[in-house]
């Protein structure tokens, strides 16, 4: 029983650390630049995480292969280099909580990418639940504000090419993290991807660890440890004992919990449309999960905005 108590402590911990993510990344994009961000967020999170991914790939008695590196490299690039790199753009110009619904409705994006390659079959549940999570995301949408301002369009825009990058970086890592385990796989995509992502920051001309670290020394190690490091690590060993199904469901919450954060801590609204959004989004999501069978693909879902 202490054991159970523990577990969902370490699930509800991990998912109010993901659900903040978006605000504590608003207090900092005026001291960093957001290319620069994602590096360091990914490679501090990666080596954070190397040493329980070791343990995992031991006990497992899984040998990492060539094919297996040049994977995880195109995932890294995949996920890190586009999905969390057009994420974390994007914060510069829309509201916290908008970007969380809309981030957040990437499993219905999975849902409809794996029909199309993986084959799977449309139900008439996950139909259904496809119909009404895209009707949420446009509802929020209508609730924006000042949406056709360039550079509020601008963000939704980098925010939806992001969240779709990250759709297929979970489609197409399925089978890496079904043979590595996701710890391992996420560890290693974080180290490749912070690596491809370096080159972009210098072609900005940025020194990759050159910032004003001084003013917000506490949101980077929050971001970069407490986020990247200590919260995915919870969630996974979070899933070790809690039904699959259950830790997929959890990240229901984040856009709620989101907006929640957003309006208490930044004084973001939370407007009527983007709560009945939200409500839409969360229950589509809801009908897509129960629908497919890629349950075990969401375990890594709120991460990464």
Not at 14 to 36: G, H, L, M, N, R
Not at 54 to 68: A, F, M, S
Not at 81 to 100: C, E, K, P, V, W
Not at 150 to 156: A, E, F, L, S
């Amino acid at each position: 029983m202490k054991k159970d108590k523990f577990t969902i402590l370490w699930l509800t911990i991990a998912i109010i650390s993901f659900s903040s993510y978006e605000v504590v990344s608003k207090t900092v994009i005026e001291s960093i630049d957001a290319t620069q961000l994602t590096f360091i967020r990914y490679l501090t999170g990666g080596i954070f995480l190397l040493p329980f991914a070791l343990v995992e790939l031991k006990k497992r008695q899984q040998n990492i292969t060539g094919k297996d590196i040049l994977s995880m490299i195109a995932l890294g690039i995949l996920n890190v280099a586009i999905s969390m790199n057009f994420i974390q753009i994007g914060y510069q110009y829309t509201n916290a909580n908008l970007a969380a619904v809309i981030i957040s409705a990437n499993p219905i994006i999975v849902a409809l990418i794996s029909a199309i390659i993986l084959k799977e079959s449309l139900s008439f549940k996950k139909m259904l639940g496809l119909t009404v999570g895209i009707l949420g995301v446009l509802i929020a949408l209508g609730g924006a504000g000042n949406i056709s301002r360039p550079h509020v369009m601008t963000g939704i825009v980098l925010h939806v090419i992001g969240m779709v990058a990250f759709s297929f970086y979970t489609v197409f890592g399925k089978k890496t993290s079904q043979k590595l385990g996701s710890s391992a796989m996420t560890a290693f995509t974080d180290l490749f991807g912070a690596l491809a992502v370096l080159p972009l920051v210098l072609m900005k001309g940025v020194h990759p660890f050159s910032f004003d670290l001084a003013s917000i020394w506490v949101q980077m190690l929050y971001i970069c440890i407490g986020n990247t490091g200590i919260a995915f690590y919870l969630y996974f060993k979070a899933l070790e004992t809690l039904d699959t199904s259950l830790g997929a469901m959890s990240f229901l919450l984040k856009p709620l919990l989101a907006s929640i954060i957003a309006a208490v801590f930044i004084g973001e609204p939370i407007s009527t449309p983007l709560f009945v959004g939200i409500l839409f989004v969360s229950l589509g999501i809801y009908l897509v999960l129960m629908s497919t069978k890629l349950k075990k693909q969401y375990k890594r879902i709120s991460a990464e905005s």
